[in-house]
């Protein structure tokens, strides 16, 4: 045996060849999730109808008014206790025609770098197939669809088969009746059987791919992503493979996290907190408890120019979803100003947050005692005791009130109201630079630091071996 084949069966890792991959249930990985961040707007962006392509497959990535994403992006992010990253990725516009439909290599290597991004803090990645214009669950686009699905994950496995559990493949972004009355709906058999099948579809393409791939933790979709009951009920879960994740939105209470009507509110009250328990006790029941695990891939809420209300919101979704083993990534797509989804945290040009106590209330919700101190500072403490709201940290409401379903969110919404005044209004303008964290060594992203040190220094080994092997191979054979 030649030498480097020699080192190469002995070192795999420290040559670039197929990384250490654990064998591990998606319930298991799941609980390693905190909290996570999706770069919308950005790489799923649709412009194929208004920009040429083929002069520059990379420009849609900015066409939706965002910057170019860097590596410090994700490094802030990293710092600031995020340690799964959600990549939204459209491919439409950037693959050929089929039978083949292959994408475009400048493309693929562009989405490549951002994953390296996210993966090189030591954080996990998804990925995904998002805005594309080809998977409209209708019966009349299945077989067309099955056939770029095949193809499209065929190609992305192969592209990332060496990144070990720390890559997550999403098969679809919410899948549904695009234009249809029934479009935000639970769906219907037609809509149900055509997410079951591409979901089937990328399973399989992916599963037989090589290396990792035949490991890979894998999200799957039901109608829209919805927690609606039936939407649940009608999506084959793939029991017999225990690397399977459900992937769902919720953007709860649809009123107050999404809706642009009349009808939208935009103070936090008690029914705030009665919707969101309806949905994440539902999404318990229905999966978690039954040992199926789920991430919430999206959720969030748009400014409303409601500063502290949104705070109190991004503290109690996140403290109740972590006590149902949740793990939720934040919705933000770089947008501050205007009108319509304002779902924008921080800033891509200078990585500052633009609503630092948001960020608290997230980590607080995450059990981080120093941010709920910083987050009481801004709220009643008659309305929102911190001590004893974490005393009571898994009990669950028992407070009856009448309720209806919305059609378009499936989020209940109460029939009584409530008006708080919020007592204090933080600076809206208030940034920190780079971080939101206060020097705090017992922080609880202290050990997600320790591993990305880890990981550095594993890369600082490999280049050694690496220069040792090539001496050796000059020494001898040259």
Request: charged fraction near 20%.
């Amino acid at each position: 045996m030649r030498p480097y084949a020699t080192f190469a069966a002995f070192f795999p890792f420290l040559i670039g060849g197929i990384h250490a991959m654990r064998d591990i249930s998606s319930k298991d990985l799941v609980k390693e999730l905190k909290f996570g961040w999706n770069l919308g707007n950005t790489l799923e962006a649709t412009c194929y109808d208004s920009m040429d392509y083929s002069k520059d497959q990379t420009a849609s990535e900015t066409c939706w008014e965002n910057v170019k994403t860097t590596a410090q992006l994700y490094k802030t992010l990293s710092e600031n206790g995020y340690n799964v990253f959600r990549i939204p990725v459209t491919w439409t516009g950037h693959f050929g025609v089929g039978p083949d439909y292959i994408i475009n290599e400048k493309w693929m290597k562009r989405v490549h770098e951002v994953v390296d991004y996210a993966i090189n803090t030591g954080a996990y990645a998804i990925i995904d197939v998002h805005h594309e214009n080809w998977n409209y669950a209708f019966n009349d686009n299945l077989e067309r669809a099955k056939k770029i699905e095949k193809a499209l994950w065929t190609q992305i496995a192969q592209e990332f088969a060496d990144y070990d559990e720390h890559l997550i493949f999403e098969c679809l972004n919410e899948p549904r009746k695009v234009g249809s009355e029934l479009e935000w709906t639970g769906g219907d058999d037609e809509s149900w059987n055509f997410i079951n099948e591409l979901n089937a579809v990328c399973i399989n393409a992916i599963r037989s791919s090589s290396g990792n791939n035949p490991l890979r933790h894998i999200m799957i979709p039901t109608y829209a992503a919805s927690f609606n009951d039936t939407s649940i009920e009608h999506l084959n879960l793939h029991r017999e493979d225990n690397k399977i994740i459900v992937s769902l939105h919720s953007y709860t209470p649809y009123h107050f996290a999404l809706d642009q009507s009349e009808m939208a509110y935009s103070v936090y009250n008690d029914t705030t907190e009665i919707e969101i328990d309806y949905v994440l006790n539902g999404i318990y029941s229905s999966l978690v408890s039954k040992n199926v695990p789920v991430i919430i891939g999206e959720f969030g809420t748009v400014n409303r120019n409601n500063y502290e209300s949104r705070v109190k919101w991004a503290r109690y979704y996140v403290k109740r979803a972590k006590a149902k083993g949740l793990p939720c990534i934040l919705w933000d797509n770089g947008k501050f100003e205007g009108k319509g989804e304002l779902f924008g945290h921080i800033d891509r040009s200078t990585y500052e947050f633009k609503f630092p106590y948001i960020q608290y209330g997230y980590r607080c919700g995450l059990g981080s005692m120093k941010y709920c101190q910083l987050v009481q500072e801004m709220n009643n403490p008659k309305n929102n005791t911190i001590e004893d709201d974490n005393k009571n940290n898994e009990s669950e409401k028992t407070t009856t009130t009448t309720t209806t379903i919305n059609p378009t969110s499936n989020a209940p919404t109460a029939t009584t109201t409530t008006t708080i005044t919020p007592t204090s209004t933080p600076d809206t303008n208030n940034t920190q630079n780079n971080s939101t964290s206060p020097s705090d060594s017992n922080d609880e992203s202290t050990s997600s630091i320790d591993y990305h040190y880890a990981i550095h220094m594993i890369k600082n080994i490999k280049f050694i071996y690496l220069t040792y092997l090539i001496a050796f191979i000059l020494i001898n054979y040259y």
